[in-house]
């Protein structure tokens, strides 16, 4: 049984990938959810089927699988409810930004504990999700937990010391995307097309985009093919090298990946 502590989004998309996923075979009966708020856990009820409670350690006692589906601010109260319950033949999986698996290890009694970092596409199933677990791990105990972050969209399996990073550039980069969106539809708006069109040309691009580059063209190549010397793309992409857009996007990712840095300063 799969059990997650905190019924917001995240958690809700991940249900909602396991219920609909072949792969991960978990029917509504093999889910439960540990939710503060009432009106919430009756929305998951009633949309999934799923069964909810407000005891965090209700969770940790039936399920052997534990998803911790929470703020990092609230990361430690939560591993005080369930620390009682956590025993060494269950496995934790947490997608708090920031906490780590030695801060994890610290408060709980098992050794069988996974770091995970959804993104946000994970709503329409098309996540980029970055794995971290000790060595203690077989893939018969692994792929379960694979398998449910497969059916909200794609894995990778990195070290630790990597996640700070995955934080920042997949972690909060569809913010900083659809920031960029925002400007290419006010951008649009501005030149005199309406703010239905520029939305629909901006998203279009963008969805175009992103398949001819997972067709593996290079993000350099794609922009000389589109480039031609002289031309209305050489002078747009004048401005954005004369204003520094690599720097400024770098600086913005190393601010992310800071503050992942000092949530996870609890040890």
């Given at each position: 049984m799969t059990g997650f502590?905190?019924?917001?989004n995240m958690a809700e998309a991940i249900i909602k990938g396991m219920i609909q996923s072949v792969k991960a075979s978990k029917g509504q009966s093999e889910i439960i959810v540990s939710e503060p708020r009432k009106d919430r856990r009756e929305y998951l009820e009633q949309t999934?089927?799923?069964?909810t409670t407000q005891d965090n350690k209700e969770v940790a006692s039936s399920c052997n699988i534990i998803i911790l589906a929470v703020k990092p601010q609230v990361i430690e109260q939560v591993l005080e409810d369930i620390d009682s319950a956590v025993t060494n033949d269950k496995t934790v999986v947490s997608i708090a930004a920031?906490?780590?698996?030695?801060?994890?290890?610290?408060?709980?009694?098992?050794?069988?504990?996974?770091?995970?970092?959804?993104?946000?596409?994970a709503l329409v199933h098309e996540a980029m999700s970055v794995m971290s677990l000790c060595e203690c791990f077989s893939d018969?105990?692994?792929?379960?937990?694979?398998?449910i972050f497969m059916s909200i969209g794609k894995v990778l399996t990195l070290p630790e010391k990597y996640m700070n990073a995955v934080t920042a550039l997949s972690?909060?980069?569809?913010?900083f995307i659809a920031l960029f969106i925002e400007a290419m539809i006010e951008g649009g708006v501005k030149s005199g097309l309406s703010k239905e069109n520029?939305?629909?040309?901006?998203?279009?691009t963008l969805l175009g985009t992103a398949s001819l580059l997972e067709?593996?063209?290079?993000?350099?190549?794609?922009?000389?093919?589109?480039?031609?010397?002289?031309g209305t793309t050489a002078a747009g992409l004048k401005v954005f090298e004369d204003k520094g857009l690599k720097g400024l996007v770098a600086d913005a990712l190393q601010a992310a990946k800071k503050r992942a840095e000092e949530l996870g300063r609890r040890e």
């Open positions: 502590i905190g019924g917001g999934y089927g799923v069964k920031g906490i780590t698996l030695s801060y994890l290890q610290s408060k709980l009694n098992t050794k069988k504990l996974i770091r995970v970092m959804p993104n946000t596409p018969k105990d692994i792929n379960p937990v694979r398998e972690g909060s980069g569809p913010a520029a939305s629909e040309l901006a998203i279009q067709t593996w063209m290079p993000p350099e190549r794609l922009r000389e093919i589109v480039t031609s010397p002289g």
